[in-house]
C-alpha cells in the first residue's frame, strides 16, 4: 500500500501548531516511516500539484486571501483537519472581532490602515467543512499523534467532554483558586490533562467550552472571587470569542425559527 | 547578456515560519524592483490587550510567537516586574533561565539543522537527510528534544508555557527530573562537538556588507535573559525605557510588518549582532567554537548568522548546566504568589533566539493595560535584509536565475525570520 500522503499548511496564526508537529520528536520518525509529508512550507521546499489525503491547517481565516487560500486547500484534501485553537475557534485572533473592523484598523494602524485587507476572524470550519478538528494552544502533540491514527485508520476520534476540573482533580492538584488565581477549569474542555493548573497557573480554555458549560453558575463563581463583570467577560473571551458569538447567534436563529 | 530580464518572484519562502515573498525584476544588469514582501495576515494583538487585566497580558502576548514564547514571556514579565517595582529572587531568576536557554538550544538547533543546512548540503528539506545524513538527524532530534524538555521542566511546555509568572515560579521542577536533564545536557555536549564538525564543512557564500548592529547587554554576563542596557556595536549605550530614542519603526506599503532604522539607518539583531557586540562574556567553550568555525567579532558575512547560532548553542548549554547545577546544591524554596499592581509603565527587554524583543507596558491604578508596544526581531532585521539584497544582488546578477533565487532565499533564510511575529502589527508611524 502506498503511504498517506500528508501536507501542512498555515494561515493567521503563530504557527505554533504546525511546529508541535515537529515537537513528536520521538515519534516522528515513526510518523514519517507511516505517512509522506508532500508539502510543508515551514519545514521544506517541496511541493505538490497532486491530491493530498490528509491536510493539516494552523490559523483562523482572517483576509479575503486565507478565505481563498482555504478553499483551494479543501479541493486538493481528501481530509482537511484544522489544528490548533486559531483554526478551530478563532483563539485570541477573534478578539479582534470585539472591535469594528474600522475601529480596529484605527487602533493599530492609524492612517496607514487602508492599505490592509482585515475581516472578522472565523475558525476553518465557519468557511469550509472538515474531517475532523483537534484543539488547543498550542495542540496537545499526543493527541495529534492519537487522532491521525484513528483518522488514517478510518476510525472516528473522540475528544472528552468533561470539563479540565475533572482531570485536574484526578492529579490532586490544589485548585489554583486557594491561590487567589481566576481558572476557566469548570467550563472548559478537557483532554490536555489539565497542563496549566498542574505547572501552577490557571486554565484559560484554550480548548474551547464544554458541549453545555453551565456558563452562568462560573460567571458568578469568577464575580464571587473579585472580578467585575467586565473582567469575567474577558476572561470568556481570551481563547472563545468567536465561540460564544457563534453560539448567540445559533441561538437567536433557533428562537426565529 | 544583451537584454537579458530576470523576474524572480519567490512566492511564500520556504523553511522560514510566515509568509513572505521575494520580488526582484532587473533589466540589462539594472534592478527596477526587489524588495521583501510580508503577506501574513496582521493578528492586532495591541488593540486588543488593551484594557484588559495584567494577569492576561503575559499568556496573550506569547501567542504572537510560537518560536519564540517563551521569550516573548520573558520580556512580559520582566515589563510587569518593572512596572510594578518588583524584584523576582535568585532562585526564579535560575529557574526562569533553565527553560530561556532551553528554548534558544531549541530554537537554534530547529533554524541551524531543519531550515538552514539543506541548503548547504544541496538538498530541498531534512526529509531526504533521514536517508542520507540519518546519524545527524537522529543528533538534531536529540539536542531539540532536549531544548523542549528543559521547558517543560520549568514551565510545562515549550510552545506557550502552561504558567510563566511575574515575581516566581508557581511549581518547583521535581529533583529528580532536573538530575536527569543535568545528565542529558552533559551528554549533549557530545551532540554539539559533532554538529561544530559538520557546520565546519560548510562553505558560506561570498558576501559583506557592514551594518550596525543592536543587542541587549548586561554587565553581568552575556546579554540574553535580560537587557540592562541596549548596547549598539558602534559602542553606544540606550537605557532600556528609553529605547525609542534609538529604535523608529515605520511602516512600508509593501509589507504588513513595520520596518525599523536608528539614527544610522538600517540594522541588525540576532545571534551575529549579539555575538559581535558581547563577545568578550561568551563561554570559554563558545570561544573556542567560534574559532573552530572561523568566526570573528569583524565577521560582516549575514550567511554567517547561522554560524553564530551554533557558537550560542555551546553557550547556552553551558549556561544550562550551570543553573541546574545551581538549583541540584539547594533545597528550592516555595515562593508566594502576591503581585501588587500600581499604575506605571515597565519595559522588559530580553533576546529573543532571533534578536532584541521589547515589550513596553503601561498600566492605571487597577493594573489595567492603557497601553502596549512590541518591537519584534524581524521587524527589525527586515529593513537591514532589504539593504543586502541591494548590495548582493549587483554582485550576483551575472550568474543564472536559479542561483540567484537560492542565494537570495539563503539570506532571507539566514536571519531566521519569523514573519508571524513580525506582523503583530502594533501601533504605527507613518513615514513620509
Ligand atoms: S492555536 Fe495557539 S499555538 Fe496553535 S497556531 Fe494558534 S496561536 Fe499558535
Ligand atoms: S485549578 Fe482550575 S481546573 Fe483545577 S480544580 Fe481548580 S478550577 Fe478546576
Ligand atoms: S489547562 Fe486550560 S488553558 Fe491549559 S492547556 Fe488545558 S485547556 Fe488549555
Given amino acids: 500500500m502506498a503511504k498517506p500522503r500528508a501536507a501542512v499548511f498555515s494561515m493567521t496564526s503563530c504557527e505554533g501548531c504546525s511546529l508541535a508537529i515537529l515537537e513528536c520528536e520521538n515519534e516522528l520518525l515513526d510518523v514519517l516511516e507511516h505517512v509522506e509529508f508532500v508539502e510543508w512550507r515551514e519545514a521544506m521546499s517541496e511541493k505538490t500539484t497532486e491530491p493530498i489525503d490528509i491536510v493539516f491547517v494552523d490559523g483562523s481565516v482572517s483576509t479575503h486571501h486565507d478565505i481563498k487560500y482555504i478553499k483551494r486547500i479543501r479541493e486538493r484534501a481528501r481530509m482537511l483537519v484544522p489544528i490548533g485553537a486559531c483554526a478551530v475557534n478563532g483563539s485570541v485572533n477573534a478578539l479582534k472581532n470585539r472591535y469594528g473592523m474600522n475601529e480596529a484598523k484605527e487602533i493599530v494602524y492609524g492612517e496607514a490602515g487602508a492599505q490592509f485587507d482585515t475581516i472578522p476572524v472565523r475558525p476553518i470550519r465557519a468557511v469550509v467543512p472538515v474531517e475532523f478538528e483537534i484543539p488547543g494552544c498550542p495542540m496537545n502533540s499526543e493527541e495529534f499523534l492519537r487522532i491521525v491514527r484513528d483518522l488514517l485508520l478510518g476510525k472516528k476520534p473522540r475528544l472528552p467532554n468533561y470539563p479540565v476540573c475533572v482531570e485536574c482533580k484526578r492529579k490532586e492538584n490544589v485548585c489554583v483558586f486557594e491561590k487567589g488565581m481566576f481558572c476557566m477549569g469548570p467550563v472548559a474542555r478537557a483532554g490536555c490533562g489539565a497542563d496549566c493548573p498542574s505547572y501552577g497557573g490557571w486554565c484559560e480554555a484554550c480548548r474551547g467550552f464544554v458541549d453545555n458549560p453551565n456558563e452562568q453558575a462560573h460567571w458568578e463563581v469568577l464575580q464571587e472571587r473579585g472580578l467585575t463583570p467586565e473582567e469575567v467577560m474577558q476572561r470568556f473571551d481570551i481563547f472563545c470569542a468567536w465561540e460564544i458569538e457563534d453560539r448567540r447567534a445559533r441561538a437567536q436563529q433557533e428562537k426565529k425559527e | ?432
Fill in chain 2, 1 to 432: 547578456m544583451a537584454d537579458r530580464k530576470i523576474s524572480i518572484f519567490v512566492e511564500e519562502v520556504c523553511r522560514v515560519e510566515g509568509h513572505g515573498n521575494i520580488v526582484l525584476n532587473a533589466t540589462d544588469g539594472k534592478i527596477e524592483e526587489l524588495r521583501l514582501e510580508i503577506t501574513e495576515s496582521p493578528r492586532l494583538f495591541e488593540a486588543f490587550m488593551l484594557g484588559r487585566r495584567w494577569d492576561e497580558a503575559t499568556h496573550i502576548a506569547c501567542r504572537i510567537c510560537g518560536i519564540c514564547s517563551i521569550a516573548h514571556s520573558t520580556a512580559s514579565v520582566l515589563a510587569i516586574e518593572d512596572a510594578f517595582g518588583i524584584e523576582p529572587s535568585e532562585q526564579t531568576i535560575a529557574l526562569r533561565k533553565i527553560a530561556y536557554h532551553g528554548e534558544m538550544i531549541q530554537s537554534h538547533v530547529l533554524h541551524f539543522y531543519y531550515l538552514a543546512a539543506p541548503d548547504f548540503l544541496g538538498v530541498p528539506s531534512v526529509i531526504p537527510l533521514i536517508q542520507s545524513h540519518p546519524e545527524e538527524v537522529k543528533r538534531a532530534l536529540r539536542l531539540k528534544r532536549l531544548g523542549n524538555d528543559l521547558c517543560k521542566l520549568i514551565v510545562g511546555r515549550h510552545i506557550h508555557p502552561c504558567a510563566y509568572l511575574p515575581k516566581c515560579m508557581p511549581k518547583l521542577p521535581d529533583p529528580a527530573a532536573m538530575e536527569a536533564l543535568h545528565t542529558r545536557c552533559l551528554d549533549a555536549r557530545r551532540d554539539l562537538d559533532a554538529a561544530v564538525a559538520l557546520f565546519s564543512t560548510l562553505k558560506l557564500p561570498d558576501f559583506d556588507r557592514p551594518t550596525e548592529c543592536l543587542a541587549s547587554w548586561d554587565p553581568d554576563e552575556y546579554g540574553m535573559y535580560r537587557a540592562v542596557k541596549i548596547k549598539s556595536s558602534n559602542g553606544d549605550m540606550t537605557d532600556t525605557r528609553e529605547y525609542k530614542t534609538k529604535i523608529r519603526e515605520f511602516v512600508v506599503p509593501h509589507s504588513h510588518a513595520k520596518h525599523a532604522e536608528t539614527e544610522n539607518g538600517a540594522y541588525m539583531v540576532g545571534a551575529l549582532a549579539r555575538f559581535k557586540i558581547n563577545y568578550d562574556q561568551l563561554h570559554p567553550k563558545a570561544k573556542e567554537v567560534a574559532q573552530a568555525l572561523g568566526l570573528t567579532t569583524d565577521c560582516t558575512n549575514p550567511y554567517a548568522i547561522t554560524v553564530a547560532q551554533v557558537v550560542e548553542t555551546v553557550h547556552s548549554l553551558e549556561e544550562t548546566i550551570k543553573y541546574l547545577e545551581w538549583c541540584l546544591g539547594r533545597e528550592l524554596e516555595w515562593e508566594d504568589w502576591d503581585v501588587k499592581p500600581r499604575a506605571g509603565r515597565g519595559v522588559g527587554i530580553t533576546e529573543a533566539p532571533r534578536g532584541l524583543l521589547i515589550h513596553d507596558y503601561t498600566f492605571d491604578d487597577g493594573g489595567k493595560l492603557t497601553n502596549v508596544n512590541c518591537i519584534i526581531p524581524t521587524n527589525q532585521n527586515l529593513n537591514n535584509i532589504e539593504h543586502d539584497f541591494h548590495a548582493l544582488v549587483p554582485q550576483i546578477i551575472e550568474r543564472p536565475d536559479d542561483e540567484i533565487r537560492l542565494l537570495l532565499e539563503m539570506l532571507v533564510r539566514a536571519y531566521d525570520p519569523c514573519i508571524s511575529c513580525a506582523t503583530h502589527m502594533l501601533k504605527v508611524e507613518i513615514k513620509r
